[in-house]
């Protein structure tokens, strides 16, 4: 929201863009499936593109009555191992587009030439307590 590597807006083929914008966002939510004595018999994963189809799908995954009975066990979700992940395209002060991917234990910088972009995003990330 408050545009730390100070990318601007520009113009292409008559259209104006913002100068940051989100490509893709992805979040997936791991399971481990316990019979009776809480002994793991199974695993599972699930992928949304939303916080909220994160949110509610966790839900529906553990309400699932049918998934439980085809495991023969219960869905238990793993919040520690969950993935999530967000590209964003980038457009340099100096006219260069970059691509940014953030995930919950990497950072990557992709799609650029000049090599103070990448310290730029190297200096911003090392200000951002998550990331370090």
């Known amino acids: 929201m408050s545009n730390p590597l100070g990318c601007t807006s520009y113009l292409t083929a008559r259209k104006n863009y913002r100068p940051i914008l989100k490509v893709r966002e992805q979040y997936t939510a791991k399971f481990a499936y316990l019979n009776a004595d809480k002994k793991r018999i ?3 994963l699930d992928m949304y593109d939303s916080v909220e189809g994160y949110q509610t799908g966790i ?17 238990r979700h793993l919040p520690d191992a969950d993935l999530f992940s967000v590209t964003l395209k980038c457009h340099d002060a100096g006219g260069e587009l970059y691509y940014l991917s953030i995930g919950r ?14 310290k730029k995003v190297e200096a911003w990330a090392d200000t951002v307590p998550a990331l370090v």
């Open 42 to 44: 199974g695993t599972g």
């Open 59 to 75: 839900a529906a995954v553990i309400s699932n009555v049918a998934n439980s009975m085809s495991h023969r066990g219960t869905a």
């Open 105 to 118: 234990n990497r950072i990557t910088v992709s799609s650029y030439n000049d090599d103070a972009i990448r």
